[in-house]
């Protein structure tokens, strides 16, 4: 068998070539008297190659069978297209048919709303746009890690199975081998002694506090991968399973790890930008027309760093009308973050130095004893897209924190040995994967930027 050869590779070759093999999914097929145009995508690239198959061709009959979705291998000459709009096309020799799709195969309009798109989410990425949105998910993704290879960072797999819940949310998904409807109690309460762990265990919401450990033995660190919250909210920027990317650097102040934020949101959209120049036309051109816009202002803004304090100022002074009243002390909503991004600054924003009551128990107390040193970056159109702090490297004050909040020390032995044992001051931040690419794609719903999206009441696939 001729090995094949990917769309996106052919559609660059600069001479043309007497034996070529491609094999695909047919877009398209229109029929002349004696020969038929088929336009054939692999799913390489956004571009499909047209094959031309005319009747001097054995098994020409066969090819009125090709409807939208079949699969072929294609095998012919690579030669230089008249037409216009594509320089290469493929005079088919051979055309063998891998297998029909039949009338009732669910795309066969040239466009389809999201809606039912995530309901085919199976086919979706048959689909240009779908197509696309997946191909900048995967670059983006080795662009992170290239981003931390570059820096020294250590690539930690931390664990996804957990007995601690990081943000202390209360968003964990239990795990368990109990069964429902026999759950042994002691006391009124679930006897877990006998589960599989012998202890409550649950989907972590955060690898964090393994990345810490690691980052007080290795130094820079960074793990990337699922994370899970049973969060009730059913908003376009919230999904129960999503991808993180948590650096953690020991020797790190909160200055140190805002720097690290911009440079890296600025390297990954400039990375997309560069590698996905094709894909992301397409989002600029039928998604989101500000796209470009958006990408310019990224890399040619400095982030604009202020203070939760200065944050509600602003927002108490705008005269806005917002959904929830703020003031110090409460937790910003995202449509003030969204003020603040998008209107006031009109720039990406960082706002540090949280009123500690509305943030989770590992972050920094500043000398103020009211705040924490935390930072989140807020973006157009999303809000919040990264969350971070300086960590708590005190033992005493961290031991302290914990009791304030009734955190159950004894199951945090482990995290505060690393105070106890050379603890040096040190900070992380958790990007959302997801996010991002709704941030550079202009899609605007989370549910279309992942796979196989897990929301409330909805896990199909
Ligand atoms: O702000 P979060 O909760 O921070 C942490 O989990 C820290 N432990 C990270 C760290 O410092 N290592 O979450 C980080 C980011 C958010 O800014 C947001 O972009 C994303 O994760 N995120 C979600 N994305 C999609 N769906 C959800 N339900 C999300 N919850 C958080
Ligand atoms: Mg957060």
């Known amino acids: ?169 209360g968003e964990l998904f239990q795990v368990t081998t109990l069964d429902m409807k026999t759950v042994p109690c002691v006391d009124g309460k679930v006897d877990y002694s006998a589960d599989f762990f012998g202890k409550e265990a649950g989907l972590t919401v955060s690898g964090q506090l393994s990345a ?43 200055e ?14 400039g990375a997309v930008r560069d590698n996905c120049a094709e894909d992301i036309e397409l989002f600029a051109k039928f998604v989101d027309k500000e796209l470009m816009n958006i990408f310019d202002m990224i890399l040619s803004s400095d982030f604009e760093r202020i203070s939760y304090k200065e944050a509600v100022e602003i927002l108490e002074k705008s005269k806005k009308k917002f959904e929830h ?35 989770p128990f590992y972050m920094r107390q500043n000398d103020d004893g009211r705040t924490v040193a935390a930072m989140d970056i807020l973006v157009p159109r999303i809000g919040e897209i990264i969350g971070g702090s300086q960590r708590e490297e005190r033992l005493d004050m961290l031991e302290a924190r914990m009791k304030e909040m009734d955190l159950p020390m004894e199951d945090y032995w482990w995290y505060l040995d690393s105070r106890r044992f050379g603890s040096v001051p040190h900070s992380g931040f958790g990007l959302g994967f997801e996010r991002l690419l709704m941030l550079l794609t202009g899609i605007s719903n989370i549910r279309d930027v992942i796979p196989f999206p897990r929301t409330p009441k909805s896990i199909e696939f």
Request: include cysteine; charged fraction near 25%; hydrophobic fraction near 35%.
């Open 212 to 254: 810490e450990m690691f980052a007080l033995a290795m130094g820079d660190v960074y793990t990337f991968g699922p994370t899970f919250r049973a969060e009730n909210s059913n908003t376009s920027r919230h999904v129960a399973e999503f991808w993180m990317v948590e650096p953690e650097m020991a020797f790190c102040d909160l």
């Open 325 to 359: 009243e703020i003031s110090y002390g409460k937790d910003l909503q995202s449509e003030h973050e969204r003020y603040l991004t998008e209107q006031y600054f009109k720039k990406p924003v960082i706002v540090c130095n949280y009123p500690k009551n509305i943030k």
């Open 1 to 169: 068998m001729n090995k094949r050869i990917k769309i996106n590779k052919l559609i660059g070759f600069d001479t043309a070539v007497d034996e070529v093999v491609i094999k695909g999914w047919v877009r398209t097929r229109r029929d002349s008297k004696g020969f038929s145009f088929i336009e054939v995508n692999d799913g390489s690239c956004l571009k499909n190659i047209q094959v031309i198959a005319d009747d001097s061709m054995e098994n020409y009959g066969d090819i009125s069978q090709l409807t939208t979705g079949s699969a072929v291998s294609v095998s012919g000459s690579l030669v230089e297209s008249p037409g216009g709009g594509q320089k290469w096309e493929v005079h088919a020799k051979n055309i063998e048919i891998i297998s029909v799709a039949p009338e009732n195969y669910p795309l066969q309009k040239k466009r389809h709303s999201d809606e039912f798109l995530r309901s085919n989410a199976h086919l979706r990425p048959r689909t240009n746009k779908y197509g696309a949105a997946f191909r900048i998910r995967s670059e983006l993704s080795y662009a992170i890690h290239k981003f931390f290879r570059d820096r020294g960072f250590r690539y930690i797999h931390t664990p996804i199975l957990t007995g601690s819940d990081c943000e202390g949310a």
């Open 256 to 269: 140190g790890d805002m720097d690290t934020a911009e440079e890296m949101l600025k390297y990954l959209t």
